[in-house]
C-alpha cells in the first residue's frame, strides 16, 4: 500500500474506507500495526515511489493533523475515529481543510464491499431567494455571493461528523474531538512559510470583514514560520462539541454566538436555520472503467456524475497506445471534459429539489451520442452540443437518506481560479474562533453568469431555501477485481474532476507509481470558457504547439489540483 500526497484536505480508509473532506485514511486490518513509517525502496532508480505501510495509512493536508489520525488508529478506532479526528485536527490547524464552519462528503467501502456516502453539504438559509445577488437591473453584484456574509451557507461539518460516528464510530465521540481541543489550546508551530504567508496575505481582508477582532490575524505584525498559533476561543468551541456533539455547535452558546455574527454582518443564518439542518445517506454511485469499478459521490456533488461520464467516453480510446501527454490523449479528454461540463451546468444540482437525470446521463446509449460532433483533428466550436436532446426522463424521486463527507468552504488557501491567488474563508465567527464557508457561492446566482470558478449553471442549481449548492468534490474509491485499489480526491474548485480522472488514468492507462500520477502537470477545460488550462511549465513547446494547431485556446497558469491519494499495490506471490 502507497500513498502520495500534494498538500490538499482528505481522508480516506480501507477496513473501513472513507473518503472524509480533506483526508484520507484506509485501514487494512483491525489491528494496527506500522503505518507509513518507512520510505518506500524503489523498484528502480528511474521510478519514483511514495511513502508504503503494511496495515494503515493517514492522509492529510497538515502534519499534525495526520499525527492525530494514526494516534486514533493505535488507540483501536476504525477509519471512521481516524477521519473524524482529523476533520477536526484539520479545523484548528488548517482550516481551509477542515474548517467545521463549512460541509462537504464522504464515501465508504467496507471490506465486504458495502458502500455508503454522506452528504453534509452546506444549505441555502431559510430567507434565501434565487435573485438574493442580483441588482434592481437584474444583474450579479460583484463579489456579494463570495464575500462577506450573505456568502454564507448553513454548516453541515458537525452534523456529518456526528452522523458518520454514531452510525460506524467505535471510539467514544470525546476521544476524536479531544486532540483538536489540545491543539487550539496549546498552539501549533508553523510546517512551513506557505502558512503564515497565506495568513499575512488576507491580514486586509481579515480585518475589512470581520465583525470583531480575527484570531488569524497577528496583532504585532506578520507570522512567521517560528511562531505559535494559539486559538483559545476555539479551544472552547470544540470542547463544546466535544462534551454535546451536534448540540454543543448548532445549540447554546456557539449557535447564539454564529446568529450574532450574522446580524452583526448583514448575514441571513438563523438559529432555526441551525437547529433544522440534518446531514443525508444517499447512495453511492458505482460505474466501471474496463475491469475497474469506481465508487464516487451523487448529486448534490457534480463529480462522481462527471467522472463516470469521462471514464465512460474514453474507455474506448487507446490512450496507452498514444501515450501519456501526447497530442492525441489531451485532445480526446479536453473534448470528453468539454461534454461533460456542458452537462453539468445544464441538469446537475440538488436531487431532493430538482430532478437529476443521473440514470439518463450515464446511460451508454447518451454517452455514445455524446461525441457524434466530435473532430479527432481539431477542436470543437463553442458550443458543443449541450445535451439539451436528453431525452432520458428521470423516475420518480423517492425520498431517503444520504450521506457522504468531504469538508469544503470555497475559497482555500490557493484555490482562486484561475489566477491562483492565495485566499481562506475571511468570515469568522466572534467568541468561538472558527471561520465560515461562502458556499453560496455555488449556486447559480443566475443562469450563464459564471460563479469564482468560471462554472456556470442554470435552473437545476438556482438558489433556494434549504437546498444543496452543486458542488465539484469528488472523493472516489477504486476496486479491481473486487479488492481496494484506490482512495482519490482534491480540492480546486472546477479543476477537481479533471484532476481526478487524470491521476486515475495515470495510474491505470500509464501504468504510472502513486507518487508519479499525483506529481505529473495537470491540464484542465471545463466548456466554458473555451480555454484549455495547463500547468505553466508542464508542457513541452512542440506539445503545446501541436495542440495550438488543433485551435485548443491555451493558457498557463498555475499547479491545477493538490492531489491527496492512497494505493493499495498488488500482494505479491
Not at 443521473?358 to 455514445?368: C, E, F, R, S
Request: aromatic share 8%; proline share 7%; net charge positive.
Amino acid at each position: 500500500m502507497s500513498y502520495t500526497i500534494r498538500p490538499t484536505h482528505f481522508i480516506r480508509i480501507s477496513l473501513f474506507f472513507t473518503c472524509f473532506g480533506l483526508i484520507s485514511v484506509l485501514l487494512l486490518h483491525t489491528t494496527c500495526r506500522q503505518m507509513a513509517q518507512k520510505p518506500a525502496a524503489p523498484h528502480s532508480s528511474a521510478r519514483i515511489y511514495g511513502t508504503l505501510g503494511d496495515s494503515a495509512m493517514v492522509v492529510s493536508a497538515h502534519p499534525e493533523a495526520s499525527r492525530v489520525g494514526v494516534a486514533i488508529l493505535r488507540k483501536g478506532g476504525n477509519a471512521i475515529d481516524a477521519a473524524i479526528a482529523v476533520q477536526f485536527a484539520l479545523s484548528v490547524v488548517l482550516p481551509a481543510a477542515g474548517n467545521i464552519g463549512g460541509g462537504g462528503f464522504m464515501v465508504y467501502r467496507a471490506t465486504d464491499g458495502t458502500t455508503d456516502v454522506l452528504d453534509f453539504r452546506e444549505t441555502a438559509p431559510a430567507k434565501a431567494h434565487r435573485d438574493m445577488y442580483l441588482d434592481a437591473s437584474g444583474n450579479v453584484i460583484s463579489r456579494r455571493s463570495i464575500d462577506g456574509h450573505q456568502a454564507v451557507g448553513v454548516p453541515g461539518t458537525v452534523a456529518g461528523a456526528v452522523a458518520a460516528h454514531q452510525k460506524y464510530g467505535i471510539l467514544p465521540w470525546a476521544d476524536l474531538v479531544q486532540p483538536a481541543v489540545e491543539l487550539a489550546a496549546r498552539g501549533f508551530v508553523f510546517p512551513s512559510a506557505r502558512e503564515p504567508n497565506a495568513l499575512n496575505a488576507e491580514r486586509s481582508q481579515f480585518t475589512r470583514l470581520n465583525t470583531r477582532p480575527c484570531p488569524l490575524v497577528k496583532q504585532d505584525g506578520n507570522w512567521l514560520t517560528t511562531d505559535t498559533l494559539r486559538q483559545p476561543e476555539l479551544a472552547q468551541t470544540l470542547t463544546r462539541i466535544r462534551d454535546h456533539q451536534a448540540a454543543g455547535f448548532y445549540e447554546g452558546i456557539t449557535a447564539d454566538s454564529l446568529v450574532a455574527e450574522m446580524q452583526r454582518g448583514g448575514g441571513i443564518i438563523t438559529h432555526d436555520d441551525l437547529k433544522n439542518y440534518r446531514p443525508v445517506w444517499r447512495k453511492a454511485l458505482i460505474d466501471k472503467y474496463k475491469d475497474y469499478e469506481l465508487i464516487s459521490m451523487p448529486p448534490p456533488s457534480s463529480g462522481g456524475i462527471a467522472l463516470l461520464q469521462l471514464c465512460q467516453l474514453l474507455e474506448k480510446y487507446p490512450l496507452e497506445k498514444w501515450g501519456f501527454h501526447s497530442p492525441e490523449a489531451i485532445h480526446h479528454i479536453v473534448e470528453a471534459e468539454r461534454r461533460v461540463y456542458a452537462d453539468r451546468a445544464t441538469h446537475l444540482g440538488d436531487p431532493d429539489f430538482y430532478p437529476v437525470p443521473a440514470k439518463g446521463l450515464l446511460d451508454k446509449h447518451y454517452l455514445q451520442g455524446r461525441m457524434a460532433d466530435f473532430d479527432p483533428q481539431r477542436a470543437t466550436p463553442q458550443p458543443p452540443n449541450n445535451s439539451r436532446q436528453t431525452r432520458y426522463k428521470q423516475r420518480k424521486r423517492r425520498n431517503h437518506p444520504l450521506i457522504n463527507y468531504r469538508p469544503m468552504g470555497q475559497c482555500r488557501f490557493g484555490d482562486n481560479y484561475p489566477k491562483r491567488q492565495l485566499q481562506v474563508w475571511k468570515v469568522t465567527v466572534g467568541g468561538c474562533g472558527f471561520l465560515l464557508n461562502n458556499e453560496m457561492d455555488d449556486f447559480s446566482a443566475k443562469p450563464g453568469v459564471p460563479n469564482l470558478y468560471g462554472l456556470v449553471g442554470n435552473e437545476a442549481n438556482a438558489i433556494m431555501p434549504h437546498k444543496r449548492m452543486l458542488s465539484s468534490m469528488t472523493p472516489t474509491i477504486a476496486t479491481h477485481n473486487g479488492r481496494l485499489m484506490m482512495v482519490v480526491g482534491t480540492p480546486g474548485g472546477s479543476t477537481i474532476i479533471t484532476s481526478v480522472l487524470q491521476v486515475w488514468l495515470n495510474v491505470v492507462a500509464y501504468q504510472q507509481t502513486m507518487q508519479e500520477a499525483v506529481a505529473a502537470p495537470r491540464f484542465h477545460h471545463q466548456w466554458l470558457p473555451d480555454t484549455l488550462y495547463v500547468e505553466k511549465g508542464g508542457f513541452g513547446t512542440d506539445l503545446l504547439q501541436a495542440l495550438a494547431k488543433q485551435q485548443h485556446h491555451i493558457i498557463e497558469r498555475q499547479p491545477i489540483g493538490r492531489v491527496d491519494a492512497i494505493l493499495r499495490r498488488p500482494m505479491a506471490h
